[in-house]
């Protein structure tokens, strides 16, 4: 691929604009040290837009987002419209329809950056949740029975298929071996109780891990996992999972890694167009208040970079944030890192050449 990238960016909804201010301006600045270069096209989806013309994203909008090296999106989700319409309209109708079946959440601490977890450092939590992301309980798949009735049932189906697991399973065996450190993949699920799901997951699990005989390979319940990454986050180098499980691990992931300010994620199409964000959402009570942490939207546009193969202009930036995080700032929380969202960016710019 040549090193000119073409890049779409969706502000989106909430704090989402303001964090991709700042995730734009380290893109700038690390454009000049690593020596690549990029457009922009900026799109105006999210709430403002369906409000205004009852639509949220096209079939063939979503098509135009294929013609781009990688998406940029910063929030999705306002109080003024019913929860799931942007979400479903917007969130998942890119993950699903551009096929992004990876969702990959670093759970990492940085230095001075404190957690919950008491007598934990960065040397203890430092993990990688590589989540289904295109099917499990996400597909909408279900119905109701003799709804509005007392005897009312709900149905709500877990897709799993063999190729679409094993797809998955496969990206997280490649992950961890390339990441390199210990080399460890645990398979996160419920075998005791999703006796269908799991019972596809483990097998697809087995026999794919035949072929990687340098991984060492493990499985935990997901209730163990939850508990786990509180007391022992150490134990994890790689955790692969589905959807739903993925869902709820990373906002646990998030909190001990420091909070929802730090926490990016990649959704990955291997071979296709991949979009990054940060996975805290839209923020309504600090909306263009310059508040907000927006570490997070930079780690995710580190990833953007990392997953268009600039691997040097990754690490710098998160260098820089590591010295950031590390010497200024006094919490990732908004409102109280001493500095706002602007300087933070400048702040993470102006320590690029540290890297
Ligand atoms: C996330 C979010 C989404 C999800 C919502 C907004 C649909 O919680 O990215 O984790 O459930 O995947
Ligand atoms: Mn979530």
């Not at 994890?236 to 709820?248: A, P, R």
């Not at 990955?268 to 839209?282: A, L």
């Not at 263009?288 to 939207?297: F, V």
């Amino acid at each position: 691929m040549s090193r000119n990238y073409k890049i779409a960016v969706v502000p989106g909804d909430g704090t989402g604009p303001e964090v991709v201010r700042e995730g734009l301006k380290v893109l700038k600045a690390v454009s000049e040290i690593s020596g690549f270069k990029y457009t922009l096209k900026e799109f105006d989806y999210g709430a403002e837009r369906y409000l205004k013309t009852n639509k949220v994203l096209s079939d063939s909008a979503l098509a135009e987002f294929k013609k781009f090296d990688a998406i940029y999106l910063g929030a999705v989700g306002d109080p003024r419209v019913k929860p799931g319409i942007l979400e479903q309209g917007l969130l998942l109708k890119m993950r699903f329809g551009l096929q992004q079946y990876i969702n990959l959440r670093p759970v990492k601490l940085y230095p001075g950056v404190w957690t919950p977890l008491r007598d934990k450092g960065p040397e203890d939590i430092d993990f990688v949740v590589v989540r289904e992301n295109n099917e499990g309980l996400y597909v909408g798949e279900g119905k109701f029975i003799k709804k509005g009735t007392k005897n009312e049932v709900a149905l709500q189906v877990s897709r799993n298929s063999r190729s679409g697991v094993e797809r998955c399973i496969r990206y997280a065996f490649e992950f961890t071996r390339k990441r390199n450190k210990r080399k460890k993949l645990t398979l996160c699920g419920k075998t005791n109780v999703l006796t269908y799901a799991w019972d596809l997951w483990e097998r697809t699990f087995g026999e794919v891990a035949k072929e990687y005989s340098d991984i060492t390979t493990d499985y935990a319940h997901v209730d163990a996992t939850c508990m786990w990454m509180v007391k022992n986050p150490e134990w994890f180098d790689v955790i692969v999972t589905d959807n739903m499980f993925g869902d709820i691990i990373t906002d646990l992931g998030a909190m001990i890694q420091g909070g929802m300010g730090i926490a990016a994620g990649g959704n990955i199409n291997p071979q296709g167009v991949s979009m990054f964000e940060p996975i805290g959402g839209s923020a309504p009570k600090y909306t263009g208040k310059n508040l907000i942490n927006p570490l997070a939207a930079i780690c995710a546009l580190g990833m953007l970079l990392d997953e268009l193969g600039e691997e040097e202009a990754a690490t710098t930036i998160e260098k820089s944030v590591m010295h950031v995080t590390a010497n200024k700032l006094k919490s990732l929380s908004a409102g109280k890192m001493g500095y706002s969202t602007s300087e933070v960016g400048d702040l993470v710019a102006e320590n690029l050449s540290r890297g």
